[in-house]
């Protein structure tokens, strides 16, 4: 009987190129993928169900109509209405309510929530 002696077999070197790519292409997608912008909160507060009214005749009504706000029944645009609310609250205003009508986008009644916080200090409230 004869024996073979054993043959070595050399090891090829893994290759690492196709693991690289496979990282590189993770890293590109999850960049790629990732928001870096950084969204704004507006506190908007309820009333529980059933809850009345808390303070009773606000100061300032604002209806929202497209880029036209009116405020206590004046049209006006949203510079003129801001100016006008600050008027109103120098006068002693205290309260607002704004007014949502059908049709109004939720991005405009953040907008306009925004605008009145920023330049005024009226308790907001919002109303259908």
Excluded: C, H, Y
Aim: net charge positive.
């Amino acid at each position: 009987m004869r024996i073979e002696a054993a043959t070595l077999r050399r090891r090829r070197p893994i290759s690492v190129t196709s693991l690289i790519d496979v990282i590189f292409l993770l890293l590109l997608f999850f960049m790629l993928t990732s928001t870096f912008a950084k969204f704004a909160e507006v506190e908007i507060t309820g009333g529980r169900a059933g809850q009345g009214a808390a303070g009773g005749v606000p100061d300032v009504i604002i209806r929202l109509v497209d880029e036209e706000w009116s405020v206590n029944g004046q049209r006006l645009p949203r510079e003129q209405a801001l100016a006008e609310l600050v008027r109103l609250q120098d006068a002693g205003a205290a309260s607002a309510v704004i007014l949502v009508r059908e049709g109004l986008t939720s991005q405009a009644l953040v907008g306009a929530v925004e605008a009145i916080r920023g330049a005024t200090r009226l308790n907001l409230q919002v109303a259908r």
